[in-house]
């Protein structure tokens, strides 16, 4: 099984900026794509961004130019860099994966976006 463990959320103002992390329970050199979900109060849970082991990326296409990730695979971490932020990217934020055919979710971190 892998382990997802997110990090980095927290308030911030709107048009501020936060790093989100996701360190994985193992090496991610294996796992093709690896990606960011958020639920924002009342809503399902939307895909982000995702990023192949080759550098590929999709982004949600609202968040365009805004959020950037990236995956260091030597240290088991995918980042999303999210920057101007509005009080509409207030969610929890989910890193996930797929391997071995199964899925995996972490616990989630909350990013709030409020003066």
């Known amino acids: 099984q892998v382990q997802l463990v997110e990090s980095g959320g927290g308030l911030v103002q709107p048009g501020g900026s936060l790093r989100l992390s996701c360190v994985a329970s193992e090496s991610i050199f294996s796992i093709n794509t690896m990606g960011w979900y958020r639920r924002a109060p009342g809503k399902e849970r939307v895909m982000v961004a995702l990023?192949?082991?080759?550098?590929?990326?999709n982004y949600r296409d609202s968040l365009k130019g805004r959020f950037t990730i990236s995956r260091d695979n030597a240290k088991n971490t995918v980042y999303l860099q999210m920057n101007s932020l509005k009080p509409e990217d207030q969610a929890v934020y989910y890193c996930?994966?797929?391997?071995?055919?199964?899925?995996?979710w972490g616990q989630g971190t909350q990013v709030t976006v409020s003066s």
């Open positions: 996930n994966c797929i391997h071995s055919r199964r899925t995996y």
């Open positions: 990023i192949t082991n080759g550098g590929s990326t």
